[in-house]
């Protein structure tokens, strides 16, 4: 007879780890925290940490390292030429992706500066599912155009597409018909992290492969979120649930040319990134560029034992236990604010939980700002940090014509196998309490707001 109690959707949530490091964390008293913010001009990227009680800010580069990871480290070769923790990292990241040049650098937006120097030429144009925001301002610093491919339900926070972040691959195909010519490659983000990081089908990059081999356009995928991507195929795809993610993570990188990632999503780092290449010649040409900006080919821009790190973290990515877990916290934070009746994106993605910021303040206009009443409010009810953007996405219309349309949402961010479900609970009734008083915000007004990188650098007062 078989076992009458199924304990499988209370393990998912079970951290699959011991802890065996702490990082002690404390909430401030609430007139602190009312003192921290008015110091930090209202805005969540002036706060300073140490007044951060459970931060949920970004998954880049906060998660918990495993002890592998840190063994790892203790036997790096730091040797400045061919280190063989150079070739430990060509390895494991050969292997994973199945692409054969592998060149180092410190993080995302340095990859993303070597091959848009390379290949984005003035006026030309990059069609993408969803440029990451670093990816489009490296495309435009080159005087070219990054568009955004996604589908309309993306505004449709509640509609369970299983694809969210999918190309809308009529829009493709109209964009590679008008542009083809001036496009160097088009960018397929895995998971797409703008289109509140939901992930893309495997027909879907089948599909904009096709397309792009019309055009005789090559495909570079932003991977930095890959494995979240696969794990995603595996749970929503038909014909996927037997499938090893290994061999998932294999098929969808043998539509690319070759990938970029930022290694501090999924590579469990908290530094580090590189460029996977087919074609030898864009590798070298690369690489000429690394040693410009980054470094010796063997390193770019790391320590040694940031590479071993990368090395062992992205062997640990591609765990299925992990997976699952990781994603189930996601959804189980997503559970709660559903619960406390605000609106989340559909079905819950990758990177954290996304909410709709008109849900919450239906009474603010974008005027007042609902996105610093956000932050500011989940600061004051439990010194929880989340960040909430205004995201102007370019796509184009039925005549292949470039639109703008801005993307509100506020993203709840958690770092993978840094907190624990009791974490996720306090911030499920910290949020319950946001939601309660958000009627009462009387919004903000912006004080300063700098032309470069105002998002980051804005400071805020309250209206009333
Ligand atoms: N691509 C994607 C999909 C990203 O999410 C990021 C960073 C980058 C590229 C740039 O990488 O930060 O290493 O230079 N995303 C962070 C976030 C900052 O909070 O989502 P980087």
Known sequence: MGDSTDLSAELALVEPYRIKVVEPIRLLPREERERALRAAFHSVTYLNSADVFVDLATDSGTSAMSDRQWAAMMIADEAYVRSQSFFRFEKSIQEIFGYPHVIPVHQGRAAENILTELLVKPDAVVPSNTHFDTV??????????????????????????????????????????????????????????????????????????????????????????????????????????????????????????????????????????????????????????????????????????????????????????????????????????????????KPFGGSGVFIDLQSLYPHLTSEQFPDVAMGCDTYLEGGVRAAAFPFVLKGIDQQGEITKRTFHFARFAVPRRTFTRSHLDYVGAVMARVKQRAPHSPGYRCTHSPEVLGHFFSRFEPLA
């Open 136 to 345: 489009r301002a490296h495309v435009e610093h080159r005087h070219g155009i990054g568009i955004d491919l996604v589908g309309d339900w993306l505004w449709n926070f509640e509609a369970e597409h299983p694809f969210k972040g999918n190309f809308d691959l009529d829009k493709l195909k109209t964009a590679l018909e008008k542009y083809g010519s001036r496009v160097p490659f088009v960018s397929i983000t895995i998971s797409n992290n703008m289109a509140c990081s939901s992930p893309v089908s495997m027909e879907n990059i089948r599909q904009a492969k096709a397309l792009a081999d019309a055009h005789k356009v090559p495909i570079l995928f932003d991977a930095s979120r890959f494995a979240e991507n696969a794990y995603f195929i595996k749970q929503r795809e038909p014909g996927y649930a037997n499938v090893p993610i290994r061999e998932i993570v294999r098929e969808m990188f043998s539509y690319g040319d070759g990938c970029w990632m930022s290694a501090k999503k999924d590579a469990l780092v908290n530094i580090g990134g590189f460029i996977a290449l087919r074609d030898e010649s864009l590798a070298r040409r690369c690489q000429e560029q690394l040693v410009l900006y980054e470094g010796f080919p063997t390193y770019g821009g790391l320590a040694r034992r940031d590479l071993e790190a990368v090395a062992v973290g992205l062997q640990e990515a591609v765990e299925e236990d992990y997976l699952r877990h990781r994603t189930q916290q996601v959804a189980y934070l997503g559970s709660l604010f559903e619960r406390a009746g605000i609106r989340c994106s």
